[in-house]
Structures are given as C-alpha cells and as structure tokens.
C-alpha cells in the first residue's frame, strides 16, 4: 500500500485489511479527518501480508453489484473506493473481494427472507461506518466525535438485537411445526401401526409363489 495517498489508509482500515499507523504529533490534518502514516514509518507485518497476497479478481458484474450496494447504503464508503480505484488497483480489487461475498450474501437473502434483509442491511451499515469511524479516530483522535460514533454503535446494538428476535420468531415458528407433528403423531400412533401392518401382511399373501417342479420319473429299464 502506498501510504502517500492518505485516503487508502481509512479505507484499508475499515475494511479490516490492513494496519492503521498512529498519526504524528507534528503532521498537518489533511481533507476528510484523514491522515496518513510519514514515509519513514516501517511496514506493519499485517500490511506485509496483504502486499504479498494473491488477489482473485471479481468480474466485472460483480464488481458493478458491489459498487452499487455500497453506494446505495454507505456513499462514504463508495467514494473511497472509487479513490482507491485509480491509486492502488490491487488493493481495489482487494476490498472488493472483501466485499463480494457478503453483497452476494445479501442479495440472495433479499429474494428468500425480504424481512430479515432489511434488518442485515443496517447492521452491515452500522458495522461499516463503525469500523470507518475507529479507523479516523486511531489515525486523529479529535477527527471523530464521540456523538457520532455512539449514534452508529447504538444502531449496530438496535439492528442485532432486531436479528435476535427474528431468529427467536423463526425458532418459535419451527417449533410450532414439530409441537403439531409431534402432536398428530401420537393422536395416530395406533391408527398408523394398523395400516402399516395391514399394508405389509397384504404384500405378503399377494406376493406369487412359484410352483415346485416334480422330481423326473425314473425310466425303467429292460427285464434282465
């Protein structure tokens, strides 16, 4: 990563890719809250790691998904791609690998479970902007309110807790299904043992037998 670019710092860190570098005490605030670490700091062993990784590309219409996702529930986040973009093609395609999995997760829930897409889609967003926000604050503790960050950490609690009683819903529904089951089950326990008994035992007699060939009449031979 090149760290001249001050906005692929905040990026990287938000998407968890990388290291975030402590800013110095004599270095100017640059645009967006965002500083960078100075060129002489030593590389990070995670930001190391992620230099040497193999990057599997998305194609392009997975990545135009993405982009459009990002830019429809976190627009921050969809401009610094877009920077990211035309500074550090690897690391571009690094985020978007990152994110590709949990667009396509999230678009297959929108078509199974409407209800519950809507509610993973703010935790996604909170989560977002939470990991956005720790990242300015580690980089300039003063660029970030505390007002802010709260707001965001108080949806993330409201969204899971709104997924927690979801699955309750959906847990209490199965169990109502097995409780109905289990209840018709017993009522006809009797009544399902009888038609399965008279069922085999009527199998039984229907099955053919096959008749028994009689033994070959000895030939007699001649009278001595």
Known sequence: MNSRFPILSALIAALGLSFVAPVQADEPVLPNSVATAP?????????????KRKVKEVTPEQEQRI???VGTHHPELSTLLQRLRDKDSQQYQIALQDLRGTV???TRLQQKNPKRYEVEVEN?????????LRARRALQPDGVSETELRSWLEKEVDSRLQLLKLNR???AARLAQLDEQIRLTEEN?????????????????????SPRSKPAARRKGPTP
Not at 39 to 51: C, G, L, V, W
Not at 124 to 132: E, M, P, V, Y
Request: charged content about 40%.
């Open 39 to 51: 060129e002489s700091a030593p590389p990070k062993p995670a930001e190391h790691r992620n230099t």
């Open 104 to 106: 396509e997760r999230l």
């Open 124 to 132: 996604w967003k909170a989560q977002s902007h939470i990991r956005l």
């Open 169 to 171: 819903t959906e847990q």
């Open 189 to 209: 326990r009797n009544k399902d043992v009888d038609q399965e008994l008279k069922r085999a035992m009527k199998k039984t007699r229907a099955r053919p037998t």
């Open 67 to 69: 982009l459009a996702f």
